[in-house]
């Protein structure tokens, strides 16, 4: 098969595109014919090389996938070769504490298809079964594809971490990535008020198309324009993903009893806190990372089957671009996802 790939770590001239061994599903697999994927940042991570991460080489990425059942592995039933799925990214052990409680993102043993295993930047993947989610016949596979890992990692963030309620005010910094175009969203279907930042006008242009109230230029001091823009209030919940370049201002945007939920950390992990603010002011900061299987189910249906929320779409590629498709997620110049067709 095609695949885009990388055999060490490094710059975007480390990636290939060629052939590779066919993949063949084991028990408890299914085989997908991949139909487009599309990429997050992530998959610049995991090019780069992140510490304590050992790959299989040559290793292929690609979290987000969409395509057609092409073969079932031993034991699979409710499944059907040409079936029209997207894929959780998501796998847990099923065994641990976590698992059997049902919160597969805190396994012990988590994994991330892309990341920890091989991915969708290929004609074809092996995926757990468990993880296939059916989509309607009518829905496009290069706009389903940016669906899966933006809008769960938002659920989970915003919804379970977050616990935003209708009435609420939150602000969402990056307002142009995959996961910020899926939180402007749910954020609004949950009835808050939506506050985005961006550097970039244009793209705040589009997040309010998308439905933010507010928009924000991330460059300057944004909390200082929250604080006159809520009459000294401040918002209930900031989704913050950017890190060091932003953490200060996203904490001092934050009201009283304000939350605090971080995902991401794309300018550098190591942030200042100044403790006095968090217990006076009772601030909550909270982690998140990806979905549980309840939380992927419950989004993925109002995304496909509901359509009440929809993926952002920037550009569609050729998978043999896939050096292009890097370039274009480091230079931040997308609004939306990078969606790549084998």
């Known amino acids: 098969m095609k695949a885009a790939f ?14 590779l061994p066919d993949p063949v599903p084991g028990p408890g697999e299914a085989l997908v014919r991949v139909r487009a994927v599309a990429l997050n940042h992530l998959d610049l991570h ?28 031993e034991g699979i039933t409710g499944w059907e070769p040409g079936d029209r799925v997207v894929v959780n990214p998501s796998v847990g052990c099923g065994q641990c504490e976590w698992c059997v409680m049902g919160e597969e993102s805190m ?52 919804i379970t971490q977050g616990r ?14 995959g996961v910020a175009t899926a939180a402007i969203q749910i954020a609004r279907l949950a009835g808050a008020k939506v506050f985005a930042a961006s550097r970039s006008r244009e793209k705040l242009e589009r997040a309010r198309e998308l439905g933010a109230d507010e928009l924000l230029d991330s460059g300057e001091d ?3 324009e929250i604080w006159m823009r809520t009459g000294k209030r401040g918002v209930d919940v900031v989704l913050e ?34 403790v006095r603010q968090v217990f006076w002011k009772q601030y909550s ?27 952002v779409v920037d550009r569609v590629l050729p ?8 370039r274009l997620l480091e230079s931040a110049e997308q609004f939306g996802k990078v969606v790549l067709t084998p």
């Not at 060490?8 to 595109?17: D, F, I, M, R």
């Not at 090389?49 to 690609?62: A, V």
């Not at 004609?123 to 669906?147: C, G, M, R, S, W």
């Not at 009893?257 to 942030?271: D, N």
């Open 285 to 311: 900061i909270s982690g998140s990372t990806m979905s549980n299987r309840h939380e992927f189910a419950t989004v993925m249906r109002l995304v496909f089957w509901e359509r009440r929320i929809q993926p």
């Open 6 to 19: 990388f055999r060490e770590h490094g710059p975007v001239e480390v990636l290939e595109y060629a052939e």
């Open 46 to 73: 995991v090019r780069r090389g992140l510490p304590g991460l050992k790959l299989q080489l040559p290793h292929i990425g690609g979290s987000d996938i969409a395509g057609e059942v092409a073969a079932l592995g």
């Open 107 to 158: 396994c012990v043993r988590f994994r991330i298809i892309g990341e920890h295993m091989p991915g969708g930047t290929a004609e074809y993947v092996t995926v757990p079964a468990a993880n296939l989610y059916k989509i309607p016949a009518d829905y496009p596979f290069e706009q389903a594809a940016a669906a899966p890992l933006v809008f769960a990692t938002a659920w989970r963030a915003l």
């Open 164 to 177: 935003l309620r209708a009435g609420e005010s939150v602000l969402i910094v990056g307002a142009g990535g």
């Open 222 to 224: 944004f909390s200082r």
């Open 319 to 326: 998978l043999s671009e896939i050096r292009e498709a890097h």
């Open 241 to 274: 993903n950017v890190g060091a370049v932003t953490w200060e201002r996203s904490l001092r945007s934050l009201g009283r009893g304000g939350r605090l939920v971080t995902y991401g950390a794309t300018t550098g992990p190591q942030v200042p806190i100044d």
